[in-house]
């Protein structure tokens, strides 16, 4: 999956290597931007690719093994052993008669040991070599680790593809805790705002009498907690800006705040053909048919222990005493060699086999997994859909509600402990649409996780929705 750099990304890295100062923050981020600067960095990413790279390099190598290798020597050596001193002159072709010792052949003394071939005393030979190896046959063992590569290398692509979809959600994750943070943030101020107003209310109905000093106290308690709410709010606006930033490899120091909320498409597809979409094209699960049939490739390495191997050699050598002063001779051969009695092998057989058992195992239960997993992530997506509705709903008239209340407490006929109590419940139905906003776009994530359909394209802007659904700015 290929993603298309967004256009401010570049104006955002350009800003950051000039240095820009925190009091001269770069531009809010969009979702693209933020997941553009993590798959440039993140360590998983690079993981996978660096695993992607070092799979082509094994098919580079298997693909070698095919074709024939070409080795050049260059040798020098001098010895006064016997044996190697005859065979460098023979090898340079300068060997004579005398090297037998015939200066000191005696037909009536044939136990004479000659000096000239016994001690010939030290020489040396200067040895060129080109060397051709050519494999014909080597039982299918070639083929198959070749197969098995290729498996493995494919398997990679598809760790590579998880990997970045699995970045992708967790970007998403991180991206809409920020919004999510920087809505729990508003609410948290509307509720001070509120508090503060009824701890004014309060103090100039007492001072006209109608209310008791009790009821203040309620109000300035009230407050205070508030106010603490707001403090939670900061701390984990703080956290969830820390977390993307991690994500992102935002420099430290410098001032991150992101654009509007995203949320994932949700597939309109019933559950069966949704199950069916994940077994085909979730990477996770592609990854392990790659590494079943890499198995059964090892199945057939192993066989080919059992079979006849063919070579082909071709060699051209140049020896003499001196560089320049070299004979040429060369060498042509095949070999054919047929490993007929070897127990070990058969020890190779049951552990190919077993691999490829255990891989299918591996296999099966992942496939398992995922059914129960994209049924369970369909389900929450649905319902959080429903509890988003249901918030949104509960808010608008909570809001009705504590607006009459205020009302009637600002005219006399409304207790402050009425008054607090339908507060509190706003301010919780508020925070109650804020996480049901997140858990919806979570959810529709997972869901097209597990389905292997979560790329940016999934991905759309939701405009407007606080100020739209009853949740502050």
């Known amino acids: 999956m290929s993603l298309r750099p967004h256009k401010k990304t570049y104006s955002v890295l350009i800003a950051l290597l000039m240095g820009a100062s925190a009091s001269q923050p770069v531009a809010a981020l969009d979702f693209n931007q933020c997941l553009d600067l993590a798959l440039k960095q993140n360590p998983q990413m690079l993981l996978a690719h660096a695993r992607q790279a070092e799979a082509k390099g094994a098919v580079s190598v298997a693909r070698g093994h095919l074709l024939p290798s070409l080795a050049a020597s260059f040798s020098a050596s001098q010895s006064n052993n016997a044996l190697t001193v005859f065979g460098m ?40 070599r080109l060397q051709l190896e050519i494999p014909i046959w080597t039982g299918g063992a070639t083929w198959g680790r070749l197969s098995q590569a290729r498996a493995m290398l494919e398997a990679a692509q598809s760790g590579d593809v998880m990997a970045r979809q699995k970045l992708i959600f967790a970007v998403l994750q991180a991206y809409d805790s920020v919004i999510a943070a920087n809505a729990g943030m508003a609410v948290a101020d509307k509720a001070q705002r509120a508090a503060a107003a009824y701890v004014k209310t309060s103090r100039s109905l007492l001072a006209h009498g109608v209310l008791v000093k009790s009821d203040l106290l309620s109000a300035e308690v009230y407050l205070e907690k508030a106010e603490l709410a707001v403090e939670s709010a900061h701390n984990a606006q703080a956290n969830a800006l820390d977390n993307l930033a991690m994500l992102v490899g935002w420099p430290t120091g410098q001032t991150l705040t992101v654009d509007g909320p995203v949320q994932p498409i949700l597939p309109t597809l019933p559950l069966a053909s949704l199950q069916g979409d994940a077994l085909t094209r979730n990477a996770g699960i592609g990854a392990l048919r790659h590494k079943v049939r890499a198995a059964q490739d090892g199945i057939r390495v192993a066989r080919a222990a059992y079979l006849p191997h063919v070579n082909a050699m071709a060699n051209q ?97 409304e207790t402050v402990t009425s008054l607090l109590h339908g507060q509190a419940e706003l301010d919780q139905a508020r925070a109650e649409l804020v996480t049901a906003h997140y858990a919806e776009a979570v959810d529709r994530g997972a869901l097209l996780l597990a389905i292997g359909k979560l790329n940016p394209q999934e991905i759309v802007g939701v405009r407007n929705r606080p100020a739209a659904e009853g949740v502050p700015q």
Not at 326 to 351: C, H, K, Q
């Open 89 to 128: 002159k023979l090898s340079q072709r300068q060997a004579t008669f005398n090297d037998f010792g015939a200066s000191q052949f005696n037909p009536d003394a044939l136990g004479v040991a000659p000096t000239g071939l016994n001690q010939p005393g030290s020489y040396h030979n200067f040895g060129t």
């Open 317 to 413: 050598e140049w020896n003499g005493s001196t560089p320049g002063n070299a004979a040429p001779s060369y060498t042509i051969g095949g070999e054919v060699t047929w490993n007929a009695l070897d127990f070990a092998r058969g020890g190779g057989m049951d552990r190919a086999r077993a691999e490829r058992e255990q891989a299918m195992a591996v296999l099966q239960e992942a496939q398992d997994k995922l059914r129960l997993r994209v049924a369970q992530v369909w389900r929450s997506a649905r319902e959080a859909a429903l509890r988003v509705k249901m918030r949104v709903l509960a808010v608008r008239q909570m809001e009705e509600a504590q607006r009459l209340v205020r009302l009637r407490y600002e005219n006399g006929i």
